[in-house]
Protein backbone atom coordinates (compact mmCIF):
# COMPACT_ATOMS: atom_id res chain seq x y z
CA UNK A 1 0.00 0.00 0.00
CA UNK A 2 1.37 3.90 -0.41
CA UNK A 3 2.24 5.34 2.06
CA UNK A 4 0.83 8.66 3.11
CA UNK A 5 -1.96 7.94 1.39
CA UNK A 6 -5.86 7.36 2.66
CA UNK A 7 -8.31 5.36 0.77
CA UNK A 8 -11.75 6.32 -0.44
CA UNK A 9 -13.20 2.88 1.24
CA UNK A 10 -14.75 0.52 3.45
CA UNK A 11 -11.92 0.04 6.07
CA UNK A 12 -12.92 -4.07 6.39
CA UNK A 13 -11.59 -4.05 2.81
CA UNK A 14 -9.19 -1.67 2.70
CA UNK A 15 -7.48 -3.93 5.65
CA UNK A 16 -6.84 -6.64 3.19
CA UNK A 17 -4.32 -4.42 1.14
CA UNK A 18 -2.12 -4.34 4.70
CA UNK A 19 0.99 -6.51 5.31
CA UNK A 20 0.75 -8.36 8.77
CA UNK A 21 2.90 -6.75 11.24
CA UNK A 22 3.58 -4.05 9.29
CA UNK A 23 1.94 -0.84 11.58
CA UNK A 24 4.03 1.16 14.32
CA UNK A 25 0.96 2.82 15.97
CA UNK A 26 -2.86 2.31 15.34
CA UNK A 27 -4.53 5.48 16.52
CA UNK A 28 -8.57 5.43 15.61
CA UNK A 29 -11.73 7.09 16.19
CA UNK A 30 -14.05 4.44 14.91
CA UNK A 31 -18.63 5.37 14.67
CA UNK A 32 -19.81 5.48 18.26
CA UNK A 33 -23.46 4.26 18.01
CA UNK A 34 -24.66 7.09 19.65
CA UNK A 35 -28.03 9.31 18.44
CA UNK A 36 -27.23 12.71 17.60
CA UNK A 37 -29.75 15.36 18.13
CA UNK A 38 -30.85 16.73 14.19
CA UNK A 39 -33.18 19.53 15.00
CA UNK A 40 -32.58 21.65 17.91
CA UNK A 41 -34.58 25.14 18.50
CA UNK A 42 -33.76 27.33 21.42
CA UNK A 43 -30.02 26.81 21.99
CA UNK A 44 -29.14 29.95 23.33
CA UNK A 45 -31.31 29.79 26.81
CA UNK A 46 -30.48 25.60 26.98
CA UNK A 47 -34.01 24.74 26.69
CA UNK A 48 -33.53 23.28 23.18
CA UNK A 49 -36.19 21.38 21.67
CA UNK A 50 -35.14 18.09 19.89
CA UNK A 51 -37.12 16.44 17.47
CA UNK A 52 -34.99 14.00 15.92
CA UNK A 53 -32.26 11.41 16.92
CA UNK A 54 -29.94 10.00 14.47
CA UNK A 55 -28.02 6.71 14.78
CA UNK A 56 -24.84 6.24 13.54
CA UNK A 57 -26.42 3.23 11.45
CA UNK A 58 -25.85 0.37 12.75
CA UNK A 59 -29.01 -1.81 13.41
CA UNK A 60 -28.10 -3.00 16.83
CA UNK A 61 -25.61 -2.67 19.73
CA UNK A 62 -24.55 -6.01 19.24
CA UNK A 63 -24.20 -5.59 15.33
CA UNK A 64 -21.78 -2.70 15.97
CA UNK A 65 -19.92 -4.29 18.91
CA UNK A 66 -19.17 -6.90 16.37
CA UNK A 67 -18.15 -4.86 14.23
CA UNK A 68 -15.61 -3.12 15.91
CA UNK A 69 -14.48 -6.52 16.92
CA UNK A 70 -13.56 -6.97 13.28
CA UNK A 71 -11.88 -4.02 13.09
CA UNK A 72 -9.61 -4.44 16.33
CA UNK A 73 -8.65 -8.26 14.52
CA UNK A 74 -7.11 -6.53 11.66
CA UNK A 75 -5.39 -3.36 13.78
CA UNK A 76 -3.94 -6.66 15.85
CA UNK A 77 -3.27 -8.56 12.59
CA UNK A 78 -1.53 -5.52 10.54
CA UNK A 79 0.22 -4.00 14.57
CA UNK A 80 4.13 -4.73 14.73
CA UNK A 81 4.68 -6.67 18.40
CA UNK A 82 4.47 -3.79 21.00
CA UNK A 83 2.85 -1.45 19.02
CA UNK A 84 0.47 0.57 20.79
CA UNK A 85 -3.50 1.34 19.97
CA UNK A 86 -5.57 4.23 20.48
CA UNK A 87 -9.47 4.13 20.17
CA UNK A 88 -11.60 6.69 20.95
CA UNK A 89 -15.01 5.81 22.34
CA UNK A 90 -17.73 7.51 24.50
CA UNK A 91 -18.71 6.03 28.26
CA UNK A 92 -21.30 4.11 27.51
CA UNK A 93 -18.96 1.07 25.47
CA UNK A 94 -16.12 1.62 27.07
CA UNK A 95 -16.48 -1.56 29.04
CA UNK A 96 -17.21 -3.53 26.19
CA UNK A 97 -14.80 -2.37 24.13
CA UNK A 98 -11.45 -2.63 26.66
CA UNK A 99 -12.83 -6.36 26.76
CA UNK A 100 -12.75 -6.47 23.03
CA UNK A 101 -9.45 -4.98 22.56
CA UNK A 102 -8.25 -7.94 25.02
CA UNK A 103 -10.37 -10.28 23.49
CA UNK A 104 -8.60 -10.06 19.51
CA UNK A 105 -5.19 -10.20 21.54
CA UNK A 106 -4.41 -7.02 22.44
CA UNK A 107 -3.29 -6.12 26.36
CA UNK A 108 -5.92 -3.26 27.57
CA UNK A 109 -3.49 -0.33 29.16
CA UNK A 110 -5.72 2.34 30.17
CA UNK A 111 -8.41 4.40 29.52
CA UNK A 112 -7.73 8.17 28.70
CA UNK A 113 -10.19 11.01 29.42
CA UNK A 114 -10.69 14.51 27.26
CA UNK A 115 -12.41 16.58 29.45
CA UNK A 116 -14.23 19.47 26.46
CA UNK A 117 -14.39 23.09 28.19
CA UNK A 118 -16.98 23.67 25.50
CA UNK A 119 -19.23 20.75 25.21
CA UNK A 120 -22.10 20.69 23.30
CA UNK A 121 -24.89 21.68 25.78
CA UNK A 122 -27.20 19.78 28.04
CA UNK A 123 -30.47 19.83 26.76
CA UNK A 124 -32.79 20.79 28.92
CA UNK A 125 -35.86 18.08 27.87
CA UNK A 126 -33.77 15.26 27.99
CA UNK A 127 -32.78 16.30 31.68
CA UNK A 128 -29.15 14.83 31.45
CA UNK A 129 -25.83 16.10 31.75
CA UNK A 130 -23.82 17.68 28.86
CA UNK A 131 -21.51 15.25 27.53
CA UNK A 132 -18.46 16.76 28.42
CA UNK A 133 -16.24 13.52 28.45
CA UNK A 134 -14.44 11.63 25.59
CA UNK A 135 -12.51 8.35 26.16
CA UNK A 136 -9.36 6.88 24.57
CA UNK A 137 -8.54 3.42 25.12
CA UNK A 138 -4.70 2.63 24.91
CA UNK A 139 -3.83 -1.15 24.37
CA UNK A 140 -0.66 -2.43 22.87
CA UNK A 141 0.24 -5.78 21.26
CA UNK A 142 2.58 -7.42 23.86
CA UNK A 143 4.84 -4.63 26.11
CA UNK A 144 4.70 -1.25 24.07
CA UNK A 145 8.21 -0.93 22.53
CA UNK A 146 8.11 3.15 21.84
CA UNK A 147 7.20 4.95 25.45
CA UNK A 148 8.35 8.55 24.56
CA UNK A 149 7.49 9.35 28.61
CA UNK A 150 7.08 13.29 29.27
CA UNK A 151 7.17 15.06 32.21
CA UNK A 152 5.21 13.58 34.44
CA UNK A 153 2.33 16.03 35.20
CA UNK A 154 1.51 15.26 31.49
CA UNK A 155 1.64 11.59 31.41
CA UNK A 156 -2.02 11.93 33.46
CA UNK A 157 -4.82 9.89 32.10
CA UNK A 158 -6.87 13.16 31.81
CA UNK A 159 -6.90 15.75 29.14
CA UNK A 160 -8.75 19.01 29.07
CA UNK A 161 -9.18 21.18 26.05
CA UNK A 162 -12.00 22.59 23.75
CA UNK A 163 -13.55 20.95 20.83
CA UNK A 164 -11.95 21.98 17.71
CA UNK A 165 -13.10 25.86 16.82
CA UNK A 166 -12.07 28.42 14.35
CA UNK A 167 -9.74 27.96 11.37
CA UNK A 168 -8.72 24.00 12.44
CA UNK A 169 -12.89 23.27 12.58
CA UNK A 170 -13.98 21.66 9.27
CA UNK A 171 -17.44 20.13 8.59
CA UNK A 172 -17.24 17.17 10.40
CA UNK A 173 -19.39 16.35 13.53
CA UNK A 174 -17.08 14.64 15.67
CA UNK A 175 -13.58 15.91 14.81
CA UNK A 176 -10.86 15.37 17.21
CA UNK A 177 -8.52 18.31 18.05
CA UNK A 178 -4.98 18.23 16.62
CA UNK A 179 -4.19 18.95 20.77
CA UNK A 180 -5.46 15.84 22.07
CA UNK A 181 -4.07 13.43 19.74
CA UNK A 182 -0.29 14.43 19.10
CA UNK A 183 0.30 13.89 22.40
CA UNK A 184 -0.40 10.06 22.56
CA UNK A 185 0.77 9.83 19.38
CA UNK A 186 4.49 11.67 20.63
CA UNK A 187 4.42 9.57 23.49
CA UNK A 188 3.88 6.00 21.50
CA UNK A 189 5.96 6.48 17.94
CA UNK A 190 9.21 7.98 16.99
CA UNK A 191 9.78 9.80 14.08
CA UNK A 192 8.81 8.14 10.61
CA UNK A 193 6.97 5.68 12.04
CA UNK A 194 3.83 4.74 10.33
CA UNK A 195 0.41 5.29 11.74
CA UNK A 196 -2.79 3.33 10.57
CA UNK A 197 -6.37 4.99 10.83
CA UNK A 198 -9.53 3.17 9.38
CA UNK A 199 -11.82 5.74 9.87
CA UNK A 200 -9.78 9.33 9.13
CA UNK A 201 -12.97 11.35 9.20
CA UNK A 202 -11.66 14.63 9.02
CA UNK A 203 -8.18 13.87 8.25
CA UNK A 204 -6.79 14.94 11.98
CA UNK A 205 -4.62 11.29 12.41
CA UNK A 206 -3.32 11.79 8.79
CA UNK A 207 -2.52 15.63 10.03
CA UNK A 208 -0.93 14.61 13.47
CA UNK A 209 1.20 12.72 11.37
CA UNK A 210 2.62 14.62 8.80
CA UNK A 211 3.15 17.41 11.71
CA UNK A 212 5.14 14.93 13.89
CA UNK A 213 6.90 13.76 10.93
CA UNK A 214 5.75 10.49 10.75
CA UNK A 215 4.03 8.63 8.21
CA UNK A 216 0.14 7.54 7.86
CA UNK A 217 -2.08 4.95 5.80
CA UNK A 218 -5.92 5.20 6.46
CA UNK A 219 -9.41 4.63 5.08
CA UNK A 220 -12.59 7.09 4.88
CA UNK A 221 -15.51 5.66 3.90
CA UNK A 222 -17.74 9.23 2.68
CA UNK A 223 -16.82 10.94 0.26
CA UNK A 224 -17.86 14.39 1.52
CA UNK A 225 -15.61 13.82 3.88
CA UNK A 226 -12.48 12.34 1.71
CA UNK A 227 -12.91 16.22 0.01
CA UNK A 228 -12.56 17.37 3.51
CA UNK A 229 -9.40 15.61 4.14
CA UNK A 230 -7.69 16.73 0.30
CA UNK A 231 -8.19 20.25 1.22
CA UNK A 232 -6.53 19.48 4.49
CA UNK A 233 -3.89 18.17 3.00
CA UNK A 234 -3.65 20.77 0.39
CA UNK A 235 -3.29 23.32 3.10
CA UNK A 236 -0.85 21.93 5.19
CA UNK A 237 1.07 21.47 1.87
CA UNK A 238 1.02 24.86 1.07
CA UNK A 239 2.99 25.28 4.34
CA UNK A 240 5.55 22.75 3.86
CA UNK A 241 8.02 22.11 0.82
CA UNK A 242 9.11 18.85 2.42
CA UNK A 243 6.77 16.67 0.66
CA UNK A 244 7.81 17.65 -3.44
CA UNK A 245 7.03 14.58 -5.59
CA UNK A 246 5.39 12.41 -2.54
CA UNK A 247 2.53 14.74 -1.53
CA UNK A 248 0.51 12.99 0.59
CA UNK A 249 -3.15 12.25 -1.31
CA UNK A 250 -6.74 10.46 -1.19
CA UNK A 251 -6.94 8.21 -3.50
C1 LIG B 1 -15.77 9.44 14.56
S1 LIG B 1 -15.45 9.80 12.89
C2 LIG B 1 -13.71 10.13 12.82
C3 LIG B 1 -13.40 11.58 13.07
C4 LIG B 1 -11.90 11.89 13.00
N1 LIG B 1 -11.22 11.40 14.16
C5 LIG B 1 -11.66 13.38 12.86
O1 LIG B 1 -10.99 13.98 13.72
O2 LIG B 1 -12.13 13.96 11.89
C6 LIG B 1 -15.60 8.23 12.14
C7 LIG B 1 -15.45 8.24 10.64
O3 LIG B 1 -15.45 6.88 10.18
C8 LIG B 1 -16.07 6.85 8.89
N2 LIG B 1 -16.49 5.45 8.68
C9 LIG B 1 -17.60 4.82 9.17
N3 LIG B 1 -17.62 3.53 8.81
C10 LIG B 1 -16.48 3.32 8.07
C11 LIG B 1 -15.93 2.18 7.43
N4 LIG B 1 -16.55 0.98 7.47
N5 LIG B 1 -14.75 2.31 6.78
C12 LIG B 1 -14.12 3.52 6.73
N6 LIG B 1 -14.61 4.65 7.31
C13 LIG B 1 -15.77 4.56 7.99
C14 LIG B 1 -17.20 7.86 9.00
O4 LIG B 1 -17.59 8.33 7.71
C15 LIG B 1 -16.56 8.94 9.88
O5 LIG B 1 -16.01 9.99 9.12
Not at 149 to 155: A, S, T, W, Y
Not at 173 to 198: A, G
Not at 227 to 244: A, C, G, P, T, V
Request: some cysteine.
Amino acid sequence: MEINCIYRTDCLLGFKNIEDESVDLIFTDPPYYQSRAQNIKNLKNHKDVVTEFKFDGYASEEEYLQFIENVLRECYRVAKNGASGYLWCGDDFVSYINRITEKVGFQFRKVIHWHKTNPFPAIHTRKMFANSMELLVHFSKGSPKTWNHKRVNEMHNFIESPICMGKERKKHQTQKPLKVCIPFIEISSNENDLILDPFMGSGTTALAALMTNRSFIGFEIDDNYCKIIDERLKEFLLQSKDFQGKEPKVK
